[in-house]
């Protein structure tokens, strides 16, 4: 990983370039965002796209809404597709050639680095000196680009992790395969060399210091944000059960995300089983459905899931569901009596907010982001650990105590109004400032 990142950068990297006087204090005109893995206009719950693609539209949009344009830098995962594409005003995807279309699994993108930086400078070339003022990448695959690009303009470097392999290798779930070594060297030397990094919640900046000796001074926390006018209340529960065809008095709780062992949806099945054998009159009231895809590690047994609810004798009350939009997500978490979240790791968990926002408590892991996301004992329930039988208990508390739903989804929908995306950017444009600040300061000294 190393050699082919020093390799590159002997090629690529020329000294930063000097400012102008009189830039000082603005903040970024327009940016570069970077997003290898997976493109912002991809279906969120299938293959490698999740959160972060979420993430990553949301933000960029109200960004250029307080006018810092946007170019994001994606993979084309599919032949002929147009070298850009306008995602929203002032939001510009630009599809790179790197390697072929189809079949690319995440952990063999490394290799295509080079032919990926190389058409990120290819799209720069054109351009007049300090077209982009920031580079602000996503993931430790785009770290690496945002990195040697960042060295080749002159312009500072914001990265945001959103997971980070010593954080995943520490809780793994079981069976499930751990991040190779060179990804741990490839965050390592992201670390070191951005401006800033931002953390989606304090915990994060937190691993970020202790698994990576962080310097305290570069981190920022910037919570993601929710789109509220999507995921709201709306027409209530009983309208999305019509809608979705399910029965208005059954007992739901929902999974959605994508099918993986990090996401540990077979916690809420084995938890399903644990109700039915202490309670078999339950099995009318509930329906559990599972919305989204395999992906990464699951993609291994696609059908894994379908095979343990049969196991458990549950697959009468198991409702498997393929990946949705934006907008039909937002009508299954207002259906659901409660979205269950029991992931191993996760560094915020946007998902608990969504559900959160359209009205729906979150049966959750205390993992990573999600006791910020959550509030115990308000908008839902944390449990420790991973034991199916803790979920049942809290999925019982709901059961038999019928006014709880409503009572903690209207908290949930109040908590959720504190994550807006327009929050979210402003402070990312604040981060920006002081990475355009820290960097100028350094290009200063270093030429002083």
């Known amino acids: 990983m190393s050699q082919y990142v020093s390799r590159l950068a002997g090629t690529l990297a020329t000294p930063p370039r000097l400012r102008l006087p009189g830039a000082h204090h603005r903040k970024p005109r327009r940016i570069a965002m970077l997003s290898v893995h997976t493109s912002p206009l991809h279906q969120p719950g299938t293959g490698d796209a999740g959160g972060m693609n979420v993430y990553i539209v949301e933000l960029a949009k109200r960004l250029a809404a307080i006018n810092i344009e946007v170019e994001i830098f994606t993979r084309a995962t599919t032949g002929g597709l147009p070298p850009s594409v306008e995602l929203a005003p002032g939001v510009l995807v630009r599809h790179i050639d790197a390697g072929p279309y189809e079949g690319l699994a995440k952990e063999e993108l490394p290799a295509q680095l080079c032919a990926f930086t190389h058409g990120v400078m290819q799209a720069w070339a054109g351009q007049r000196p300090g077209y982009y003022d920031l580079v602000h990448s996503h993931y430790w695959l785009s770290g690496h680009v945002g990195w040697l690009a960042a060295e080749r303009w002159g312009a500072p470097l914001v990265h945001a992790m959103h ?62 944000g929710v789109n509220l006018e999507r995921f709201r209340p709306a027409d209530g529960r009983a309208a999305a059960r019509a809608r979705l065809d399910l029965p208005q008095d059954a007992i739901i709780p929902l999974f959605a995300g994508r099918i993986q062992p990090l996401k540990a949806p077979d916690i809420l099945l084995r938890a399903v089983a644990v109700l039915l054998d202490e309670d078999p009159s339950l099995r009318s009231k509930l329906v559990v459905p599972v919305v989204g895809g395999p992906s990464g590690s699951g993609l291994a047994k696609p059908e894994g899931l379908q095979k343990l609810a049969a196991r458990l004798g549950i697959a009468d009350v198991v409702r498997f569901r393929p990946p949705v939009g934006q907008d039909r997500l937002a009508d299954w978490f207002r259906a659901a009596s409660v979205l269950v979240m029991p992931s191993y790791s996760e560094s915020f968990g946007l998902v608990a907010i969504e559900a959160q926002a359209s009205g729906t408590p979150v049966v959750a892991a205390a993992v990573g982001g999600l006791p910020v996301a959550v509030r115990d004992g308000r908008t839902g329930i944390l449990v420790e650990g991973h034991d199916p039988a803790g979920y049942a208990r809290a999925l019982r508390r709901f059961i038999d105590e019928p006014g709880l739903v409503d009572r903690m989804g209207a908290a949930a929908a109040r908590h959720a109004q504190s994550f807006g995306w327009d929050t979210a950017a402003s402070g990312t444009a604040d981060v920006y400032l002081a990475a355009m600040h820290e960097h100028r300061r350094r290009v200063r000294s270093h030429h002083g």
């Open 163 to 224: 997971t980070m392999a010593k954080v995943k290798n520490a809780a793994l779930a079981e069976g499930d395969t751990p991040e190779p070594a060179a990804r741990v060297i490839g965050e390592t030397q992201i670390v070191r060399a951005a401006d800033r990094l931002i953390a989606n919640t304090a915990e994060e900046a937190d691993e970020l210091a202790r698994f990576y000796e962080a310097d305290p001074g570069k981190l920022a926390v910037v919570h993601p």
